[in-house]
């Protein structure tokens, strides 16, 4: 048998009747007044809840007194009425973590020691569509005290025809920011809260995306289980151990903004990279981008599950017995992906795009030269006309010049830190490597020797045979994210892919019931809780943007590659499975997708690359406090191997919502991505959601990245907060594919064909 101390699963308890409180009396100390501890020191992270159902929700707390060693009781009421007049009567029915109790107006429960002292607790039997209040009691020798009063919400029934009103969140970086979204989003009224992935950032100060300040900041107290990095410089830290991450949701939950939503309103979560590692597949980190050889960590990966199974208040699809236990193998020791039905009008499902995902398609740690796809293959699909991206390739770089280049690079390996073998293993061969890239590596160790290596002649190449090498991909460096994940180049990309083997992002089991559940969905909205973005994030430098300046000299500064995907760590990345479910979407009616990760505003119309009127509508909302994508895109640019010194490429991102959506031309406008209608790229923020029988409106609330240097959280501070806000409203209607702007009090229609906004 399992030991108790393998597993944590949340008390289950039944609600009854309302009952009126008697006077508090020395037998239950909880049930009418009770001394309440103002700075609720016990209870440092307040309370949530979460997965409202019609019948059901999870309710959570955290309890610390003493030395944190042993277990400590405490207890649950449940009332209709914020002042606790109306309780409801609860009955304990299933425990693992409760102590022994025969019901009434609470229910017992322990906090344990081994899982961090949180408590969750699943109350069934509760009315549809209702209100109800919640606190947690814990009596010491000094009385009895209270944890903050939680407001919850239970789903609509069924066949409820109602409206429902929520909000969709993601990206929440701590470091060196505030939650002043959180502060503007308590004050909303919605029925719940959808958050889309990164809700803790495992990183303590990494330079590419966080700024630590005196005010926020983390430290690890076990620094020898986290994972020491380095970048620009600057050390910094990565969680590994179950004590880093616990103290990142202790850190987390401790902000008064984000425990005002979690006390308003109930959260239905997923996850994304950033709550286990940064760009993550499966148990695999990428901070190293190859050059470590321990990169997979199913130690660290379920160090991170247990973590979020222990403060996000959630209910499994395992059902109300579901254990979490370190012992199973993963993936398997936990299933988040679920759904809920609101009502008539909203089935949302959630879906884990982390867990069983394939590695990037081209490896970080990918040798640039190697060629991929050769001139058979090519010819095979484009026919005697080769594609303008492939590029010549040496047969056998063992043999070509009587070997001096493969003694260049044999030489250069161990400074480099490459394998010498070129990305063949020994025994495979003949090894195919691209001439282009031969000739920039001589080229570059030219400039610094004496004795010089012949390049290939141009007129010699001019007879090789063509490929498809990781040098054109845009992968420039050995051990590299450009080229792998960020600013691949698009039409090599997708040559490549359609010759790759199948790579699965949600995995065969997720996939078959993502399908079976929408399809099988009465609902009149089936929305889809997606974690990264389905429109295609393209930039097409063939055409240049009005605002970019000419180069001093071009014939001196080659241009940028002419089309990058900006990154291939999403949907992009995964281009048949992407087509593959968009297929499956736009065969049903009234599909929406809300995402978020990007860090940008997003409102489109994807649709699979083999489709151009089948779609459906996406709305991606913008990172609640973590670092822009305008921000986080100048970092990469002036990063990248290649465009930090092309002048042009420096407006990338001062550009980049002009570069994704639209571009000026000698004929006026034309639109580079006719199925992204809009992109605000430089703030902050989150989106309401309303739905009902006829249209699906979502407003994005923006707020300038500068608007998150102090805390705006008091009420004195309302009015400072609200007039930083800017709002952008855009709806679908029910029964059509249509995405609708609401321009001047007036719904303009995005045209996907002749690209703009209709009247």
């Avoid at 569509?129 to 919400?153: D, H």
């Avoid at 979560?269 to 980190?285: K, L, M, N, P």
């Avoid at 995964?574 to 979407?585: C, M, P, Q, S, V």
């Avoid at 249209?695 to 309302?718: N, W």
């Amino acid at each position: 048998m399992m030991r108790r101390r393998d597993f944590l699963r949340a008390t289950l308890v039944t609600a009854g009747s309302v009952v009126v409180p008697t006077a508090c009396s020395d037998e239950d100390g909880i049930t009418g007044a009770c001394d309440v501890n103002e700075d609720y020191t016990f209870f440092p992270q307040s309370v949530a809840s979460g997965d409202p159902r019609p019948d059901s929700v999870v309710l959570w707390t955290r309890l610390v007194d003493g030395d944190g060693k042993t277990d400590l009781n405490l207890a649950l009421v449940v009332a209709l009425d914020e002042a606790f007049t109306q309780l409801v009567e609860l009955r304990l029915t299933a425990s693992t973590v409760a102590a022994t109790g025969s019901g009434g107006t609470r229910v017992p429960v322990t906090a344990r020691a081994e899982f961090d002292h949180c408590v969750k607790v699943k109350v069934k039997g509760l009315s549809p569509g209702t209100t109800y209040y919640y606190r947690f009691y814990y009596t010491t020798g000094n009385g009895c005290f209270s944890s903050r009063v939680g407001r919850t919400r239970t789903a609509p029934a069924p066949d409820a025809d109602v409206p429902v009103r929520f909000a969709f969140v993601s990206c929440q970086d701590y470091v060196g920011r505030f939650y002043n979204a959180y502060a503007a989003l308590a004050r909303q009224q919605i029925d719940f809260i959808v958050h889309l992935g990164d809700y803790i950032y495992e990183t303590t100060g990494d330079p590419s995306s966080q700024a630590p300040s005196q005010e926020r900041t983390i430290a690890f107290s076990d620094v020898e289980g986290a994972i020491a990095l380095k970048a620009e410089d600057i050390e910094f830290h990565a969680a590994r151990s179950l004590s880093n991450y616990r103290e990142l949701y202790r850190t987390y939950r401790a902000d008064r903004a984000l425990q005002r939503v979690h006390e308003r309103f109930p959260m239905i979560a997923t996850w994304s990279d950033h709550e286990f590692s940064d760009d993550c597949h499966g148990a695999t980190a990428t901070y190293l981008d190859g050059q470590d050889a321990e990169r997979e960590d199913e130690d660290r990966r379920k160090a991170a599950n247990q973590a979020w199974f222990e403060y996000m208040p959630v209910d499994y699809r395992a059902g109300e017995d579901f254990q979490y236990s370190s012992a199973a193998a993963y993936p398997e020791d936990i299933t988040i992906y679920r759904d809920f039905t609101f009502g008539k009008h909203v089935h949302l499902v959630m879906t884990d795009l982390r867990s069983y995902r394939a590695d990037h398609l081209i490896p970080e740690d990918a040798f640039p030269g190697k060629v991929v796809v050769n001139d058979a293959s090519l010819q095979e699909k484009f026919g005697a006309v080769m594609p303008p991206f492939a590029s010549p390739y040496v047969g056998d770089i063992d043999t070509v010049k009587d070997g001096i280049y493969k003694e260049m690079f044999e030489e250069i390996a161990p400074t480099f830190g490459f394998n010498p073998d070129l990305g063949y293993p020994q025994g495979e061969g003949p090894r195919i490597i691209s001439a282009t890239f031969i000739n920039a590596v001589v080229a570059k160790l030219n400039e610094q020797r004496e004795e010089q290596l012949p390049l290939i002649d141009k007129n010699e190449m001019a007879f090789f045979e063509r490929g498809i090498s990781y040098f054109d991909l845009g992968k420039t460096d050995y051990f590299s994210k450009f080229g792998s994940r960020y600013f691949v180049i698009k039409d090599a990309f997708d040559a490549v892919s359609d010759f790759a083997e199948d790579a699965s992002v949600m995995g065969d089991a997720q996939s078959a019931w993502f399908k079976d559940t929408i399809e099988k969905s009465e609902s009149t909205w089936k929305v889809w809780g997606n974690e990264y973005c389905l429109s295609q994030l393209i930039i097409d430098n063939t055409i240049p943007s009005s605002e970019d300046p000419p180069p001093e000299d071009p014939s001196e500064d080659p241009p940028p590659p002419p089309r990058f995907y900006m990154s291939c760590d999403g949907w992009d990345g995964f281009r048949k499975e992407r087509n593959d479910i968009l297929g499956a979407l736009a065969a049903q009616s009234n599909v929406v997708a809300i995402t978020g990760d990007l860090h940008a505003f997003i409102a489109g119309t994807p649709a699979a690359d083999t489709s151009s009127s089948m779609n459906i509508v996406e709305f991606v909302v913008a990172a609640l406090s973590s670092a822009t994508y305008r921000s986080l895109l100048r970092k990469q640019v002036a990063a990248h191997p290649i465009l930090k010194d092309v002048p042009l490429s420096a407006n990338i991102a001062d550009n980049i919502e002009k570069l994704l959506v639209e571009s000026a031309t000698a004929d006026g406008v034309t639109v580079r991505n006719p199925r992204l209608a809009f992109c605000k790229a430089a703030s902050n923020g989150f989106c309401v959601a309303e739905a009902n029988a006829d249209e699906f409106v979502v407003t994005m609330h923006m707020l300038p990245d500068s608007a998150l240097a102090a805390p705006l959280y008091g009420e004195a501070d309302e009015a400072a907060l609200d007039e930083q806000i800017t709002t952008e409203r855009f709806k679908t209607v029910a029964g059509t594919r249509d995405l609708y702007r609401e321009e001047g009090g007036k719904w303009k229609k995005w045209n996907p064909e002749t690209p703009g906004w209709d009247s």
